[in-house]
Structures are given as structure tokens and as C-alpha cells.
């Protein structure tokens, strides 16, 4: 007879209700995303198939290569600058603050630099959009009541500041995501590695550069979740700019979501939410490789 | 080491716990600014501006601001889809891993990759055809559209969790089962789930409150005032009404207000999971 439980049989049933929603909920809708990108549709009546043009298009249109670059720079806001100044601030928060004033303290000041991270992007878009209102907002108020009103603006609204704007937003929002990881990342370090150092009279420029060599495998993770997370970016630039002035804050997301529901170019929008799609699928594979070549250098 | 206590490397660390302590200050003054001023009037903070104390604190502008967006309403919409997804999206994650982790069905891999490749889609790719189909099936600006939606993506990154999970399931505790005449079913039900309900529980805390964030989808399938969530009805009033300062500010702290709550209720789940999420 042999053990119920040692077969694999018998288990398919279980996956069923799981793979029907899947394929109703994501497959089927990915693949009808994909046929309207072939076709020239505003969302009623007939779509009419025109091949490849949707994506000629893209490629000649101003506003698609604006809102990829767009896309490029808030990467520096959303994971360049938090994983350095969250790799930084992980170690010395575990290296110096922890060991001196207890790990009580880390902690505090680890769960404060988090609280950003709990709100919904669109609430961290309206707390921000409120700070920065060129009649009422705080920033201008402060600036003007200190006497350095000629620095006031329209900070959302001015062309020239609109993104920057942005960035410093998405900063202040993402520091508390690298950090956690990378303080729960040095804890697996074993102490002796440090000790070492310490013993060796290594610079502190030095043990910075030990502890980044030993956490890799969480940078490579916080750097490929949070450009993914950049290409996706969508309720901030809703709530905040809605792509404008211009299209100085267009990004891929909201760009397609422009031409879904608002220019009722479904065709258009659906071939630049594709290539979205293509290029996050080419970034974790490209991401998956780094990852197992490290994994085989670090077993060697 | 233990002579570096010394009286000068006291004084370093005073000083750069008081540079750390400005710098998180500075970090969390939104959140103070927009408390502060949600409790001033309007004529208050004409006169004193954004950073007084409030000097006449005043519940009514929130209470307004409460009453205007219909906020009690929100909060059980957000709540009630948060829930119904993080239930259904735990025990879809459940049912799967069973098959994939346990059972390990064929092409166990090939749905894994696939399960792992939902997980890093934008929901762009996915929203036309959605909002499409609903309309087709009569559940647009529905609820129940978003929770079926939501409890289906959650669940990609559930099974693949609750699958690496479960592959080190000690057997011996099925097999012992099994001699006692339990079906598979029941052996779900009475023994995986039981062991692995800290991890579901853990996955449940996660689900709701990614539910309760969600923007993009929500927005497009619930225009209806009253089925809107706390995020959607909180961004599309900031943008609707003229509001004065003080009402933004009160807006503001409706919408940051549970979130919060949630953060000191779970904290520990919280930045665990994180870093749990992070290294598998």
C-alpha cells in the first residue's frame, strides 16, 4: 500500500482554486494587456489590430522618453541615496550607538527613521502636498517668517523644482526600508569579523567597507525591490503633481494610466505598460544572476 | 575595550546621540505639524501661523473634516476589504503551498517561477483588462472586485512564502496523521495549519495593511463615494475642494492616524517580517 504521504498524488485538488484566480485575475488580463497593445482601441467598440505600432510610437513619442527619464533620476531618491544613507546609518546605529547606549536605543531610533514607511503613499502625497502649498504650507510660511521669503515657491508647481521636490519626498518616505533590512542583516555577522578589525586598528573607512562586503546579499535585495518599486511609482505623483507642471514629474506608470482613462488611448497606454512589465522581468533576471554568481563565489 | 569609556568617548557619543536625535526630529516633524495644526482654527493659525501651539485647541475642524468625507464610512470600506483580503489571500496561500510545499505536485517549480513572476508585476499590466472584465461581470465599482483582485495578488507572494515554508515540513507529523485515518484535507486543516499558524498569522498582519496602502487599483475600481477607501477618499478630497489649512492638515491626520496605530500595535511583525522577507 505504502504511505498516503509519501506520494505526491492526490495533492492537485488543493492547487486548483489557486490557479483558476490566478488565471482569471493575472493571466487573463495580462495576455488581453498584451493583444490590445497590438491594436488601436479607445475602449469601446471594435479594437483595430495595427501590429507593432503602438510601440513605434513610444519610441518616437517625446513625453514616453521623458517619463523613463523621469523614472531614471527618482531611482537616485528612491534607491540610490536610502541604501547608502541607510547602509551607513544600519552601522553605525549597530557598530557604535548599540553597543554604547544598549540596543534599546537603536531600536528607537531604527522604528522612528521606519514610521514613513507605515503611511499609503497617497497619504505621504497629501501630508507633502500640504507642506509644500505655495498659499498655506509650512515650507513657505517658515522661509518667509525668518526672512528668506525670496526663497519661497510654488515648490510642486515650478517646473524647476517639481522633481526635486519629488525626490526629497521619496527619500525622506524610503529610508526606513534599507535600514531595517540592513540592521537585521549585520546581526548574523559574526562578531569576531569585527573584532578582528577593531584588533587590526582598522580605519573607520575601512570597517565600513568589511561590513558592505558582508552584507551584499541584502544590498543586491533592497536594490532590486526598490527599483522595481521606482518603476511602479504611481499614488505619490497622483496625489502631488499628477505628472505636471508639464510633463516635468511624468513617469511610466502614471503616463499609461493617462492614456487608459483619461485620453482613452487603451492601445497606447497598454503597449507602454508592457514595456514597463518587460523591463522589471529583464531586471530580475539580470537580478536573479548576480544573485547566484555571488552565492557561488561566497561558497567557494 | 572596557577602558573605552573614557570621558571624551562619553561625550562623542552624547554628541552624536543628540545629532541623531535632531536628525529623527526633523524626519518625523511632518507628522507633528500636521497633529498640531489639526487642531487649530483657521483664525488661529492666520494669526500664528503653521509651528504655534494651538491656542485655542479645537476638535472641530477635524470633526467637520470627519463629517464631510463621511469618514466613518472609509474606515470600515478600508477595513472590511483589508480583512476579507488578508483572510482570503492567507488561505489561497494556504491551499497552494499545501499542493506545491507538501504535496509537491508536478511542475511544482514551473508554478513556483510563475507565482514568483506575478509577484513582480506592475499592476498596469494588468489594470485595462480588470477594469474591463468588471464592468463585463457587473462587479465594477464594487467591493467584492477588489477584494477577489487583491486576495489573488497577495497570495502570489503568499504561496511562495508559505512553500519554502512548508518544504521543511517535518513529515514525520503527516505520516503519524495519516496512520490515525485522516485524509489529506483534514490533515490540512488539523495539522499543517495548526504548526504554521504563526507564519499565516504573521502573513495575515501583512496582507491587511498592504490592502489598506493600495492606490492604483482602488482608484480605478471604486469611484462610488461611498464604497471608496481611506487613501482614495482622503487624496480625491485634497484635490476636489478648496480646502483652508487647517482642514488639509486635518485630512492629513485622518488618513496617517491608523496607519500609525498599526505600526505601534505591530511593530515587532513588522520590521521581522522586513528583514525575514529580505534573506529566504
Known sequence: MGSRFSKSSGYAPFLAPGLVLFALVILAPFATNLGISLTKWNGVGKPVWIGLANYARAFGDAVFWASFRNNLILIFAVTIIPTIVGLTLADFLFEYVAPRAGSGAASFFRGGFYLPQVLPVAIAGVVWGWILDPQYGVLDWTLKAVGLGGLARN?????????????????????????????????????????????????????????????????????????????????????????????????????????????????????????????????????????????REMAL | MGRATSRGSRIGLYISLAVLSIVLLLSLLPFGVVALNAFKTPADYAAFGPLSLPRHPTLSIVVDF?????????????????????????????????????????????????????????????????????????????????????????????????????????????EASMVDGCNKGQALVRIVAPVAMPTLLVLFTFFFIWTWNEFFLPLIMLISDARQTVPIAISVTQGQHNMDATAASASALLGMLPCVLFFFAFQRTLTRGVAAGSVK
Open chain 1, 155 to 295: 515648490w510642486l508647481g515650478d517646473a524647476a523644482t517639481a522633481l526635486p521636490s519629488v525626490m526629497f519626498i521619496m527619500v525622506w518616505f524610503q529610508i526606513g526600508y534599507p535600514l531595517v533590512i540592513f540592521m537585521s542583516a549585520l546581526q548574523r555577522i559574526d562578531p569576531e569579523i569585527m573584532e578582528a578589525a577593531e584588533v587590526d586598528g582598522a580605519s573607520w573607512r575601512r570597517r565600513f567597507g568589511i561590513v558592505a562586503h558582508l552584507v551584499v546579499p541584502e544590498i543586491l535585495v533592497v536594490v532590486l525591490t526598490t527599483t522595481i518599486y521606482a518603476l511602479k511609482l504611481f499614488g505619490q505623483i497622483y496625489v502631488l503633481t499628477r505628472g505636471g507642471p508639464g510633463n516635468a514629474t511624468i513617469v511610466p506608470s502614471y503616463f499609461a494610466y493617462q492614456n487608459f482613462f483619461e485620453k482613452a488611448r487603451v492601445g497606447y497606454g497598454s503597449a507602454i505598460s508592457t514595456l514597463m512589465t518587460l523591463i522589471i522581468i529583464a531586471l530580475t533576471i539580470a537580478f536573479i544572476n548576480v544573485q547566484a554568481r555571488q552565492e
Open chain 2, 66 to 174: 470627519w463629517k464631510r468625507v463621511d469618514f466613518g464610512t472609509k474606515l470600515w470600506n478600508s477595513f472590511y476589504i483589508s480583512a476579507c483580503v488578508a483572510l482570503f489571500g492567507v488561505a489561497l496561500s494556504l491551499l497552494n503551498a499545501y499542493a506545491l510545499g507538501i504535496g509537491r505536485v508536478r511542475g511544482r517549480t514551473a508554478f513556483l517561477i510563475l507565482f514568483v513572476v506575478a509577484n513582480t508585476l506592475p499592476q498596469e499590466s494588468l489594470a485595462y483588462p480588470l477594469y474591463y472584465f468588471a464592468k463585463a461581470l457587473g462587479i465594477y465599482d464594487r467591493q467584492i472586485s477588489i477584494i477577489i483582485i487583491f486576495s489573488v495578488i497577495q497570495s502570489a507572494f503568499g504561496t511562495y512564502l508559505m512553500s519554502s515554508v512548508f518544504s521543511a515540513f517535518p513529515r514525520e507529523i503527516l
